[in-house]
């Protein structure tokens, strides 16, 4: 199984940013998938999941600004980041669970990625 996120990078207070999961090796469409994140010195940090009906979850951070979203025929999720701040800079990990669950996602998934990193810049 490989999850692999992509579409960080270096953006402008304000900005925006899409990052996109690829799953490989499983098909995910019957869990939920999120995604993650962690900034230097900091714990990780639930940012949004999205069920397989679909239902959304979003950390307080990612509320109003980001929007999580999934396409079943590509196996991949999406992270739509909008109206950016320099807090929101931090590596992002993208993330699966192995079986049917609702959240609260705070505590983590089953299977993760490398991470993306996100820096953005006053």
């Known amino acids: 199984v490989q999850l692999q996120a992509s579409g960080g990078g270096l953006v402008q207070v304000g900005g925006s940013l899409r990052l996109s999961c690829a799953a490989s090796?499983?098909?995910?469409?019957?869990?939920?998938m999120g995604w993650f994140r962690q900034a230097p010195g900091k714990e990780r940090e639930f940012v949004a999941a999205?069920?397989?009906?679909?239902?959304?979850y979003y950390g307080d951070s990612a509320k109003g600004r980001f929007t999580i979203s999934r396409d079943k025929a590509k196996n991949t999720v999406y992270l739509q980041m909008n109206s950016l701040k320099p807090e929101d800079t931090a590596v992002y990990y993208c993330?699966?669970?192995?079986?049917?669950?609702?959240?609260?996602?705070?505590?983590?998934?089953?299977?993760w990625g490398k991470g993306t990193q996100v820096t953005v810049s006053s």
């Open positions: 999205i069920t397989w009906t679909p239902s959304t």
């Open positions: 993330a699966a669970d192995d079986r049917p669950r609702f959240g609260p996602y705070d505590h983590g998934m089953d299977y």
């Open positions: 090796g499983r098909t995910f469409n019957n869990v939920a």
